[in-house]
Each structure stands twice: as structure tokens, then as C-alpha cells.
């Protein structure tokens, strides 16, 4: 994740971005730099490593100017270098950009084509020449911007400085937050609320497909479709905690929605998206090309092991077996000679989780942790780790931090499926592609919020709902049920479709409903037909599938929650967000504490 912060000010402008990214330094570290309009021209100074080495060469040689924008970069796409880090440039347009620009490659090339030169090897650099272009073709910036804006896939938060343009500046987010703080008489744009706090309490939030257009004295949003929008304007006269909710009601809607960006994130901490290929730090000693492995975790983590279970199995061919931690650990387990294992927490602190942990590695297996929370127990005493990127969760029901771990897990996949000679370089690329959009897909996943809000309201009457899932999407069933448990209060089930009538389908009657998770993959007509035993003995269906999902499941559904088509690989990721949405919008009606449901903790230290 990157900061982003730009100014439309009438006061010099560099101190003011180091400032403003001092406060975005949580968001990434790797580098930094800052961009401003000096006598109308664009002028640059950028420092890899941290905000320190941009101060110093600041001080070397100062920028002058009172608009500017300014980037801390966590690296994704290119080392840290200074020529990787942001402002990226040409003599018409400085951009800074947070997200995963996904067609950056055609871009790059047609835009190399037209005469660019690139001076990095950077997703993000694409923006600039292709903004470019549009400025050269002679449209005006604001049209310039929107035509180049319209043309990325991804997900990305954007901040525009153009030269010649002392009262223009233009920002543009889908996937990625970008607020506009109102001045007077200056105008900010800032990656949260946070950025632009120290130069005005009021604040709005851009909406997926918003741009907005300031000067020093207006603030134009448009929206997706290019109409004029307005936008609520939030005041922030207390501390960061306020203003951290953004537009959202809860932490966990908030947490919800930033996993566009939290996932591309974690994604892109282990791909390389130039090369195709999964890119694994020092994994000290764990042999990712071992006979077996084993996926510990206790609750939505173990839940994000049970998908890996199957990716591990389907992409890397190794034999993978998956518990709950506090099972494990007093079972005795057996392991293979030359296995490993995964240890999944998002606090890394779980108690069950680490005590199996230091089970394993008394018994001499190589562990390595998928951690969120950086330096907790769980992620300095296993041998190695893979980070996941969701920062902090504040909401005590998982959600950022479940997609990220499936984030990490699913590039573990490719690296044992590479490491032991189960995928070639052509299906390495395949799957990584796949994973690159994912930010995008949960972005038009969480579209249908309307939807599923109104079916939400009719779901916090039931006493009882059973999920249903196949393959991957069994576990992102046992998953939904959870989340509904936890915050709702209502009872839930998963289940193995497949296993419905082996028993719970005596549970089956009209009060009861049934949501079922079924993208249109493979399985997907062994569910319909598990879909058509519930319609049979008169069960309410509530169906998340995709548009060619909807076309067979017909009127047998009492709703339908579309999902976007993808690839199979990374659908129990984007099926992730309807299922969260669902029992946050449910817990929502009923009037229940979403954030801090009763009897819960958010790390459970204890057995
Ligand atoms: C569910 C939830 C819990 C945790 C579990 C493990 O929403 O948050 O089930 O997943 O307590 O916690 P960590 O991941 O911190 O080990």
C-alpha cells in the first residue's frame, strides 16, 4: 500500500507533502519523493528507503512552488529504487499511484510505440505517458486525465499535478481511497483522512470511479458515469480514530471495502508482475519443494487454510492436510520426513496457534507463519514468514485479514507448484495474472451492496441459515456462516453441498434459507443440483454465482447476488466480500454491536 498526498496551496508546498506523507509512512516505507510546480514546470526529488533520505535531499536542494503532490511507496511493481519511486513524470503531468495498474503492459508497449521513453520499471509510470499522450493530442487536462483514466484496469487511487496548470489539480480512485480536504482557498488530496488532517478538518471520500477536479476554490466530482456528483463532506475536529471510520458506519463495512487494496497489496508483495512469476522473500530453510504439508489455524484463519488445502493440492500436486489448532496439538500428529508447516494468524498471538507451532518445531519441522500483525509471537518464533499486508483490523469479525492470508497462500501455491515441478513458466503466468486482478473483481464484487443490504433485511428474521459450498467454495461457506454467527447472533451452518443430504437436509423447510456459494466453474452443476433438492422440499435459496451461474439457476433462486465471472483460482477470494457483506448488512438490520460482537475477542491468547 502507498500514501499519497497533493496540495493546492499558497504556501511552499514541499514542506508541506513531507509533512502530510510523515503521516502516510505506516502505508510503506521503501521510498518517497514529492513533486512540485515550480514557475509552472514540473520539478521532482525523490530518495529511496525512508522519509528521512527525501527530507535530506530536500534540504540539499530545495523545491519551491506552493502545489505539489507527494508518494511513500511500498514497493510492488520494481525494487525500491529512486527511479521506481513516485512522482513518476513527464514535462506535462506528474502522477503518484496507489493500487496495481493492470494492463500496464499493452500500455506500456503502445504507449513505447507512440515514442515514450519510460525511465522505470513501475506499473505506475504508464499513467503519466498516457496522460501525456491525450495532452499532446491537445485535450485539456481535466479531458486529458478522464481519457487515460477510462483506459486503466485495476485498481488504483491517483493524484494529478499538471505543468502550466497552477490552479489544477486532479485525483481519480477506483479500488484504492483517495479523499478531498476542503481548504480555504487550498484544496487537498490525500490516500485517508489522515494525510490532509494537518491542513483541514473537512474531508469527502471519493466513491469507486469518482474524479475530482479541484482549484483552489471548487472541489468537481464526477462519477463513474461522468456526471457532476456531490459528495458528503465529513468534519474531523477530533483525533485519527474518527476520522479512521471514513464514510463507513463500522469498522468492519470500512475493513470490507479496503480489500481492493489490501489484497493487491499482499499480492503484489509476492508477485512480479513484469515477469509473470511468484517472487518469495527468504522462506530460511523451509523446502517449498517437501513430499507434504500441514495448514494450522483456528477460526477464519483456519478457514483460509482449508482453501489453501485445495490450491496446494490442485496447482503444486503436494499432499496437504489442514486442522484446527487446538486439535492438532493434542492429537499427537504424525508428520512426513520431509514436510513443512503453516501456521495462519492474523494476530499472531493466538495461543492454540502457537502452541502447535512450538509443537512442530520440537518435532523438528521447518514452520512458516502467514502473519498480519508484524513482530507478534506466532511471527518471530516460526523459521520463516509471509507477511500478510491487511494493517491493522479493528473490526473483531475477520475480514481484510481472511483475504489476505488467501492472498499469501495463493502465491505459496504457485511457489511449491513451481519449486516441485508441478506448473510450468506458461501456467505460472496464468495463475499470476489471475491473482492480479483480484483487487479489481472484489472492487465489482462489493457492487452488489444494494442487493444484498435488501436480502440482508430479510435474513435478519431467520433463526437458522445454512451455507453451502463446493471445492474451494466450502470453505468460503463455513466461512459465511461464521461471519453471520459472529455478529448477527443467528445460527448458521456450512456445509459441503454434496453432503446436504446425508443429513442436514432434514433441516430444510421455509423458514430456514439457504445460501449457496457457486460460481460457474467446474462443480457448478453438482451444486445446481444440490440447489435443486433444497427448491424441492420448499427451501429458500439465496444464490451467489455469476451471470452464467444466474442463466441455469433460474427462478429456482428466491435471490440471486452476482458476483463478477473469473477465473476459478482467485474466486473464493472475490466470493469473499458478498458473503462478509451479507452478515454485515444482516447484523446491521437486527441492530446488533458489528464491530464488537458480545463474547468475542479480537486475540485470543488464552486455550
Ligand atoms: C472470526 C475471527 C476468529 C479468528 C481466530 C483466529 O471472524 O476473527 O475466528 O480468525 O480467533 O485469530 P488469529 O487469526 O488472530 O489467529
Known amino acids: ?112 510505440r507512440a515514442g515514450h521513453k519510460f525511465a522505470s520499471e513501475t506499473d505506475s509510470e504508464v499513467i503519466a505517458h498516457l496522460i501525456t499522450d491525450y495532452l499532446d493530442k491537445g485535450k485539456p487536462p481535466e479531458d486529458a486525465a478522464i481519457a487515460a483514466v477510462r483506459r486503466l484496469e485495476g485498481a488504483f487511487g491517483i493524484a494529478m499535478l499538471f505543468a502550466g496548470g497552477d490552479d489544477i489539480l486532479i485525483g481519480a480512485r477506483k479500488g484504492s481511497p483517495l479523499a478531498v480536504g476542503l481548504g480555504d482557498g487550498e484544496m487537498y488530496l490525500g490516500s485517508d483522512a489522515i494525510a490532509v488532517s494537518p491542513f ?22 464526477l462519477d463513474a458515469g461522468g456526471q457532476a456528483a456531490e459528495r458528503q463532506v465529513h468534519v474531523f475536529a477530533g483525533g485519527a480514530a474518527a476520522v479512521e471510520k471514513g464514510n463507513h458506519r463500522h469498522f468492519m463495512q470500512k475493513e470490507i471495502y479496503e480489500q481492493p487494496e489490501t489484497t493487491g497489496r499482499t499480492i503484489t508483495r509476492y508477485v512480479n508482475a513484469y515477469d509473470e512469476r511468484v517472487e518469495m522473500p527468504d522462506l530460511d530453510g523451509v523446502d517449498l519443494a517437501a513430499d507434504s504439508a500441514i495448514i494450522i489455524g483456528c477460526g477464519t484463519a483456519h478457514y483460509a487454510g482449508r482453501v489453501a488445502e485445495y490450491w496446494l493440492e490442485q496447482i503444486a500436486g503436494v499432499p496437504v492436510e489442514t486442522d484446527i489448532a487446538s ?22 498471538e493466538t495461543a492454540d496457534t502457537l502452541a502447535a507451532l512450538r509443537y512442530c518445531k520440537e518435532n523438528k519441522l521447518k514452520t512458516l507463519a502467514v502473519v498480519n500483525v508484524p513482530e507478534s509471537t506466532i511471527w518471530r518464533e516460526a523459521d520463516a514468514r509471509l507477511p500478510t499486508l491487511a ?90 456462516a461464521l461471519k453471520l454467527k459472529e455478529i448477527s447472533y443467528i445460527h448458521a451452518e456450512g456445509y459441503a453441498a454434496g453432503e446436504l443430504k446425508h443429513g442436514p437436509i432434514a433441516l430444510i423447510d421455509e423458514a430456514t434459507p439457504v445460501v449457496v456459494v457457486a460460481p460457474h466453474d467446474a462443480l457448478f452443476e453438482k451444486t445446481l443440483s444440490n440447489m435443486q433438492e433444497v427448491n424441492a422440499r420448499g427451501g429458500r435459496l439465496i444464490v451467489i454465482t455469476d451471470a452464467a451461474g444466474a442463466a441455469e439457476v433460474g427462478d429456482i433462486a428466491s435471490h440471486i447476488i452476482l458476483a463478477p465471472a473469473c477465473d476459478p483460482f482467485v474466486a473464493p477470494l472475490v466470493y469473499s466480500a458478498p458473503i462478509q457483506l451479507l452478515a454485515y448488512f444482516t447484523a446491521v438490520h437486527k441492530g446488533t454491536d458489528v464491530d464488537q460482537p458480545r463474547n468475542l475477542a479480537k486475540s485470543v491468547t488464552v486455550e
Open 1 to 112: 500500500m502507498c500514501g499519497i498526498i497533493g496540495i493546492l496551496g499558497n504556501a511552499p508546498a514541499a514542506p508541506r507533502l513531507v509533512e502530510a506523507l510523515r503521516r502516510l509512512e505506516y502505508r510503506g516505507y521503501d521510498s518517497a519523493g514529492v513533486a512540485t510546480l515550480e514557475g509552472g514546470q514540473i520539478r521532482r526529488r525523490r530518495a529511496a528507503g525512508k522519509l528521512a533520505n527525501l527530507e535530506r535531499e530536500l534540504a540539499e536542494r530545495p523545491l519551491a512552488g506552493s502545489t505539489g503532490i507527494g508518494h511513500t511507496r511500498w514497493a510492488t511493481h520494481g525494487a525500491p529504487t529512486t527511479d521506481n519511486a513516485h512522482p513518476h513524470a513527464s514535462e506535462k503531468v506528474a502522477i503518484v499511484h496507489n493500487g496495481i495498474i493492470e494492463n500496464f503492459r499493452p500500455l506500456r508497449e503502445e504507449l513505447i
Open 200 to 221: 483541514t478538518t473537512r474531508v469527502m471520500f471519493l466513491e469507486e470511479g469518482d474524479i475530482a477536479v479541484l482549484t483552489h476554490n471548487s472541489a468537481k466530482i
Open 327 to 348: 486439535e492438532f496439538r493434542y492429537r499427537k500428529p504424525a508428520f512426513g520426513k520431509n514436510s513443512f508447516g503453516v501456521f495462519v494468524s492474523q494476530s499472531g
Open 391 to 480: 494493517g491493522p483490523e479493528i473490526g473483531v469479525a475477520s475480514t481484510k485479514a481472511f483475504t489476505a492470508q488467501l492472498s499469501a497462500l495463493a502465491a505459496l501455491a504457485i511457489a511449491v507448484g513451481r519449486a516441485r515441478g508441478a506448473i510450468d513458466a506458461k501456467e505460472e503466468s496464468r495463475l499470476v495474472r489471475a491473482l492480479m486482478e483480484t483487487p479489481r473483481l472484489i472492487a465489482d464484487a462489493l457492487h452488489a451492496e444494494p442487493e444484498i443490504d435488501a436480502i440482508a433485511q430479510e435474513l435478519s428474521h431467520a433463526r437458522d441459515v445454512l451455507y453451502l459450498g463446493r471445492g474451494a467454495h466450502y470453505p468460503i461457506a463455513l466461512e459465511g
